[in-house]
C-alpha cells in the first residue's frame, strides 16, 4: 500500500508541472513572434497585420500553457499557417509590395488556405484530439495565415479563412472514409 503524498510532495509535482508547461511555451511563443515581426515587415504595418502579429504569439503562448487539447493544437496550427503566410511571401518576392499585387496575393492566399485547411482536416480528428485542438489549431492558422494574407486586407484574410474552412472539411471527410 502506497502511502498518500504530503501536500508539499503534491505543491513540489504540481510545481514541476506548471514549469514544464512554460518551459514549452516559451520556444513556441518567441518562433510565433519572429514569425509576427517578419509579417509586419512584409505586409506593412496596419491594423489587420498589427492585430494578427500580437494574437499569433499570444495565442501559442496561452494554448501551450493551458495544455489539454487546446495545447495539442499549438503545432499542428503553426504548421497549417506557414503555407497561407509563405505563399504571398513569394508573391511579395517577386517584386510586389504591401497594397499591390492583389489578384496575384488574392489566388495565393486562397491555394494557401485550401492547403492549410485539407492538412488540418487530415491531421486533427476532434474526436480523439479534442475539439479543442481543432480550435486552437485554426486560430493559430488564421493567426499566422493572416500575416501573409494582410496584403491585400480583409478580403485575404477572409478568403484564406474560407478556403481553409471549406478544405478542412474536405480533409475531414477524406480521413475519415480513410479510417473507418
Known sequence: MIPDP????????????????????IPLALAALL???????LSGLNATTLTFAVALPSLA????????????GVQPGMLAGLVPFLLP??????????????????AACLLGGVVSGAWLGLRIQPQRDGVGSLLGAAALATSGGALGCA???????ASMALASVAAWGLGRVTAATRYA
Open 89 to 106: 511571401s513569394l508573391v511579395h518576392a517577386q517584386g510586389c509590395g504591401p497594397g499591390g499585387c492583389g489578384e496575384r496575393c488574392l
Open 35 to 41: 514569425w509576427a515581426t517578419l509579417g509586419l515587415r
Open 6 to 25: 504530503s501536500p508539499a510532495a503534491l505543491a513540489a509535482a504540481r510545481h514541476a508541472y506548471e514549469a514544464a508547461r512554460w518551459s514549452a511555451a
Open 61 to 72: 503562448f496561452a494554448l501551450q500553457v493551458y495544455g489539454r487539447s487546446w495545447g495539442r
Open 151 to 157: 496584403c491585400i486586407g480583409a478580403t485575404g484574410v
